[in-house]
């Protein structure tokens, strides 16, 4: 989620009062995220936030009813603009099944470096989506279950798995998860991005992969 993170001069400007309360909403979810990834779910207070986002604390009441609705819904935007990109990147934003002769291994192979360069890009909101989500409780947990779920469905369709395939994504999915959260809470945006290739490598081999869609000759 890339977004200014300055404060709104002071005196008269020309944002309507819409655009002004989305700029707090922005400012104070980058804040959260940046404060958690130097303090942690639990030690991350509101006051933390506030001074961070250069809000005043009546502000973040107007918004967030508590640290946590403001968590979840960083939350929310880290899950959005990951599955957003990927959608964009795979021409799946419709919810269709990629289509054309590209083999199923190269869309994923895309596809995967966009979730790495994502992670990489943005290390404070990755830490939120990988690692404090566990500090956060059931309802963060529900939530994250949830948008790996999503991002099974377009992993499967990608590589063109059948229904009976669809636990192996579940797998890959969920190892995947676990092998970047490592350099996630090290900062080491190099080592996500040479897993693309080892990811790759592997469901090339390990998944019932189908061949490569020909047009039949005329």
């Keep these: 989620m890339s977004v200014p993170t300055e404060q709104l001069p002071r005196g008269r400007h020309h944002l309507s ?5 989305a700029s707090q909403r922005q400012r104070m979810q980058l804040a959260i ?12 207070s509101v006051a933390d936030v506030i001074k961070r986002a250069g809000v005043s604390r009546e502000t973040f009441y107007q918004q ?6 403001c968590f979840m819904s960083a939350f ?16 799946d934003a419709a919810g269709d099944a990629a289509a054309g002769p590209e083999a199923p291994i190269d869309r994923f192979d895309r ?15 990755a830490r939120v989506f990988l690692v404090e989500v566990y500090a956060a409780g059931p309802e963060a947990m529900a939530r994250r279950t949830a948008i ?9 369709r990608l590589l063109d798995l059948s229904d009976d395939d669809r636990f192996a994504c579940e797998v890959l999915v969920a190892g995947v998860g676990a092998l970047v959260t490592g350099p996630v809470i090290a900062g080491d945006a190099a080592a996500l991005l040479r897993l693309r290739t080892r990811l790759v490598d592997l469901v090339h081999r390990a998944l019932p992969l189908r061949p490569t869609p020909t047009e039949e000759p005329s």
């Design 148 to 156: 790996q779920g999503a991002i099974v469905d377009r992993m499967a």
């Design 76 to 91: 929310d935007v880290a899950g959005q603009v990951l599955l957003a990109r990927l959608d964009d990147t795979t021409g």
């Design 33 to 44: 995220a940046a404060a958690m990834a130097d303090k942690g779910y639990a030690a991350t």
């Design 64 to 69: 967030f009813s508590s640290k946590l609705d």
């Design 111 to 125: 596809a995967v470096g966009v979730y790495l360069e994502s992670l990489a890009a943005q290390p404070a909101l």
């Design 17 to 21: 009062r819409e655009e002004v309360r």
